[in-house]
């Protein structure tokens, strides 16, 4: 399917103006209001839901093995998420689960 320069300037474009508008209705039109402390409760834990829901299909279905659950993955991500919650720390849990990664690696190879 072949797009002309102007169908995808539309949609560079039209997508531009959909974000600002998303991000304008809640900075801009309530910016300056104070927010229910329901609301600010739930914002609390924006970053916590999204980065699981952005690298679990990583970890899951890699593309690195055609989308077959691998058990590297698996023990990497299971490490990170011991590490980070007897540590409380996201530098260790990182360092876990990438030293577990590479030592999977190496010594499944």
């Known amino acids: 399917m072949n797009f002309s320069q102007a169908e995808i300037w539309f949609v560079i474009a039209a997508l531009g103006?959909?974000?600002f508008l998303i991000r304008f209705s809640f900075l801009?039109?309530?910016g300056q209001r104070e927010l229910p402390e329901w609301v600010l409760r739930?914002?609390?834990y924006t970053a916590v839901a999204v980065l699981p829901a952005?690298?679990?299909p990583l970890v899951v279905w890699p593309e690195a093995t055609g989308g077959e659950v691998d058990l590297?993955?698996?023990a990497a991500a299971g490490a990170t998420i011991v590490a980070?919650?007897?540590?409380?720390?996201v530098?260790?849990?990182m360092v876990a689960g990438a030293g577990t990664l590479g030592l999977f690696q190496v010594?499944?190879?």
């Open 91 to 93: 530098i260790w849990s």
């Open 28 to 30: 801009g039109l309530i």
């Open 72 to 74: 590297t993955r698996m």
């Open 84 to 89: 980070g919650y007897i540590t409380r720390n």
């Open 42 to 44: 739930h914002l609390r």
């Open 17 to 19: 103006v959909g974000t």
């Open 54 to 56: 952005l690298v679990a």
């Open 107 to 109: 010594a499944l190879s």
